[in-house]
Every structure is written in C-alpha cells, then in structure tokens.
C-alpha cells in the first residue's frame, strides 16, 4: 500500500532521527523534495508552485549540517501545539505539588523526599488513583495522569512524551493528538483501578504507552514501510516492560494504555477530518476533554479544603 505523502515525509523524518541519535547511517530523506506548506504533498525542492493546488510554495529552506525541520539538533523535536500545553501543564502541577510538599514536610519537621520527590499525602489529595475513586471520585483517573513522584519520574516521562507527542499530533492532528492522549491516559488507570483496587499511583506513562500504541496501530495501514516503523515502536515498549521489573511501576496502567492506543490507532483514520462533520465531531471531543480536565482539577480543589475519609 503505497503512503500517503504526510506519513512518507514523517516516516523519512523518524528514520534519519533515529540514526542520528544512535550514531548509525540510516536512508536520509530525499533531499530533492519537499513538502507543500498547503496540501502537504511532496514536490520538488526547488518549485516556486506546487503543482497538486497551484498554491505558491515559498521559498527553499537552507540546507545547514545535518538538521532536520522541527528538531532540536535534529534529533529532539520540537513540541507541537497540543504537546506543548500537555507538557506545560503537567511541569506546573508538578512545581505546585512540589510547593505543597515543601510546605507539608516543614510544618511536621520533616525532611523533604530527595530527588525532588513528592509527598504520597501530597499525591492524594491532588487526585491519585486512589481508592477514594469507589467512593465516587471519578475525576482521580483524570487527574493522576498529570501527577508525578519525582524529579526521574517526571523527567523520563515529559521525555518521551516530546519525542512521541509531534509523531501522534503530526500523524493525526492537534483535537485528535489531544483526546487521544485522554482517552488512553483514563483507559490505563481504569485498568490499574481493576488490577489494583486499592493501590495509589501516578503518571502519564500510561498515556504515553498509549501514544506509542497509537503509533503502532496505525502503521498496520502502511505496508513494509509500516512495518519497519512497528518495529522501532515495539523497542520502546520492551525497554519500558523491563523497566517495569525491576522497578516500582504501575505496569497494569501502562498495559491498560499500550491496549487501547494499540485500538485506537488501528481504527481512528490518520490525517485531519476528511468532512466538515467530522471536523466538528473532533473538535468537540477535544474541547469536550479540555473541559473534563479542567472540571476534574476543579473537582479536585474542591475537596481539598475537607479531609479524606
């Protein structure tokens, strides 16, 4: 199955990242094309108009080194939208459970967690998948994906959500990239909640394994070239499984997320909404879930002012 000109150019792009990183000569992408800022076809590099919508190309990026477009030293890319506020949001709950536990410690004259670690009554009260969740506080399935124990913790997983999260967002789109990333995130502790009912975690690992499921899924529609990618992906997830043995990690979350991306990516169409209904459909899901978190965090501050039960 021949690929569509977006995923080639992605594909390409994932390709010569990966050798730059691992110090390995990989296939670099066709340096005599380049993609339309418009219809995203490929044209030649030195068209002044692209040929598929007659739209002007603008003009031929220079050539520098080995960089690559949207890449920090042509390896690290470059977070997209939707990425970006995820990455931000999540870095700012972390410096205020930070704060708190700072605050929490220093009253009962203890020593701060090392490793900028946080407080496990911290981690509760600011919604961690909990047992409380039984008792009808839903929002915690939301919340937990944006909570971390600590410095490695949060910097592993902020990691690898800037490497994958412009993959998912570029491949599908910034309202698709962002329920998505919800859907998986919730579906990976409500697995969790079901292996462990009364185990506390946190995370967005979960949700990263769902990006990576997401990515896996979809390369089933793309031939050999599809096939190559999968592999790549499939690296990342044994290194994370061993990762989970010898460490203190909610595995059942990540599998929980890995399954449902792996769903989702298979059966949600790549690309942006072909139709204006579906283009309304996903943008209603995305604000839908922009609205869930926000209502879960406000649920969250609600019930901060009264004890846990």
């Known amino acids: 199955m021949k690929l569509p000109p977006k995923l080639w150019f992605q594909w390409q792009r994932l390709r010569k990242a990966w050798g730059l990183s ?24 030195d068209a002044s108009v692209c040929p598929f919508c007659g739209e002007r190309a603008g003009p031929v990026r220079a050539r520098g080194g080995t960089s690559t477009p949207g890449r920090v030293l042509g390896v690290i890319p470059v977070p997209t939208t ?4 995820v990455v931000v949001a999540t870095l700012a709950i972390y410096a205020i ?37 039984w008792a009808g506080q839903w929002w915690r399935l939301v919340t937990a994906v944006f909570l971390h124990a600590g410095l490695l913790h949060i910097g ?12 998912v967002e570029s491949l599908f789109c910034a309202t698709k990239f962002t329920v998505l990333y919800l859907a998986t995130g919730v579906a990976g502790f409500m697995l969790s909640l079901w292996w462990s009912p009364f185990g506390v975690s946190v995370g967005a690992s ?18 050999h070239l599809g096939r190559d990618y999968r592999r790549q992906l499939w690296r990342w997830v044994i290194y994370i ?69």
Request: proline share 5%.
């Open 206 to 223: 979960g949700a990263i394994l769902g990006l990576i499921g997401i990515l896996i899924g979809a390369s089933f529609h793309h031939g």
């Open 22 to 45: 691992w110090g390995t000569e990989g296939n670099s992408p066709n340096s005599s094309v380049r993609m339309c800022p418009h219809c995203r076809a490929l044209i030649d590099r």
């Open 82 to 85: 939707a990425t970006s506020v």
């Open 97 to 133: 459970s930070w704060y708190m536990t700072q605050n929490s410690e220093a009253a009962q004259l203890y020593g701060a967690p090392a490793m900028g670690g946080i407080s496990g009554d911290v981690l509760v009260r600011l919604g961690a998948k909990a047992p409380y969740i």
């Open 241 to 309: 499984a061993i990762f989970g043995i010898f460490f203190s990690i909610d595995n059942a979350a990540h599998f929980g997320g890995l399954i449902s991306g792996l769903a989702l990516g298979y059966f949600v169409p790549d690309g942006e909404p072909a139709t204006r209904p579906s283009e309304n459909l996903w943008n209603t899901l995305a604000v839908l879930c922009v609205l869930i978190i926000a209502g879960s965090f406000v649920l969250m501050t609600l019930q901060l002012a009264h004890p846990l039960r």
């Open 156 to 167: 592993m997983n902020m990691w690898c959500l800037v490497d994958l999260g412009p993959e």
